[in-house]
């Protein structure tokens, strides 16, 4: 019987030290340290309020939207709010028909755009567009392949030189704030998808756009090219029929009346891409800005840095 209470007491020892060695080897782990010590200073860091500054044109303005809701400056408002829970306080300065030179100059004669840039943790970009519309549009008749190529070259190297322009105009107000620039798309592509000219002239003005982020700290690229240019027809038998039905209706030739007609005005109310406009095939309707909401939001929240104090 003495022997039996003897080794109750022995293991019950034992047991005492498994468990203070348990609780010590918890406590003291580097990586249960290192989580909780993470996540404690994020929440002391964490911003109550954040200002995002939209620039932009068109889109930044939000034109297209029949919901009302701002595009997608309103929406990322919104989801800021919702899912980060704090406030968001946003100034859209977006204005239909802008190209980048006028984008920067507005900004250069206005101080109020001036003050809330120095003001935002967060700036957000819609750009080029209107540049590139500009030269289609005067350079959408020449049927020598070549010459075309020569005058796209050149207007890629002018908006290049005006996107930089713009984007050290901004820096000069804010030199922090990470810039969020969305790219450009192809508003036309299901009527026209046979016509390599215009897909091939938005890919490479995205390319100059792509070539500008990489050699800027702090400027981020929200691509909707593909997303809202194909609209839902993303399979590859969606695509030939596209083209086929393309190869029918213009012979594979792009006039200044055909350009015209869908870029530009169309009396229709129906329009082929589930994500633009049937008033202009050619702005986002709202389900095409919830896209670009949830793709500016993925890219906010993959750099952060706007959240924190």
Do not use: C
């Amino acid at each position: 019987m003495k022997n039996i209470k003897t080794l109750s007491k022995v293991l019950g020892i034992v047991l005492l030290l498994v468990v203070a060695v348990l609780a010590v080897l918890t406590y003291w782990h580097p990586g249960t340290r290192t989580t909780k010590t993470t996540t404690t200073v994020k929440t002391e860091n964490r911003r109550s309020t954040v200002r995002l500054v939209a620039l932009g044109d068109s889109l930044t303005q939000g034109v297209g939207d029949q919901q009302d809701q701002g595009g997608y400056t309103g929406r990322i408002k919104a989801m800021v709010h919702q899912k980060d829970h704090v406030k968001v306080i946003m100034h859209n300065y977006g204005l239909a028909g802008d190209r980048s030179d006028q984008i920067e100059q507005r900004l250069t004669k206005s101080t109020e755009q001036q003050t809330q840039l120095k003001r935002a943790q967060a700036i957000t970009l819609t750009v080029g567009g209107n540049d590139l519309l500009q030269t289609l549009t005067k350079n959408v008749t020449i049927n020598q392949q070549s010459r075309l190529d020569r005058q796209l070259d050149q207007a890629e190297e002018t908006y290049d030189q005006k996107l930089t322009s713009l984007l050290a105009t901004i820096r000069k107000y804010n030199p922090k704030a990470p810039i969020y620039l969305y790219s450009i798309y192809n508003p036309i592509y299901v009527y026209f998808a046979n016509l390599k000219q215009i897909t091939n002239a938005v890919d490479d003005w995205n390319q100059v756009t792509s070539k500008v982020v990489r050699h800027t700290s702090n400027l981020y690229l929200v691509d909707i090219n593909r997303a809202l240019s194909v609209g839902q027809f993303t399979s590859i038998t969606q695509q030939a029929k596209l083209k086929r039905d393309a190869q029918k209706s213009n012979d594979g030739k792009l006039s200044t009346e055909s350009f015209q007609k869908q870029i530009l005005a169309s009396d229709s109310n129906d329009e082929l891409n589930d994500y633009l406009s049937p008033a202009d095939h050619f702005h986002p309707n709202a389900k095409g800005y919830r896209l670009m909401t949830e793709k500016l939001y993925a890219q906010m929240q993959a750099h952060q840095q706007w959240l924190q104090k």
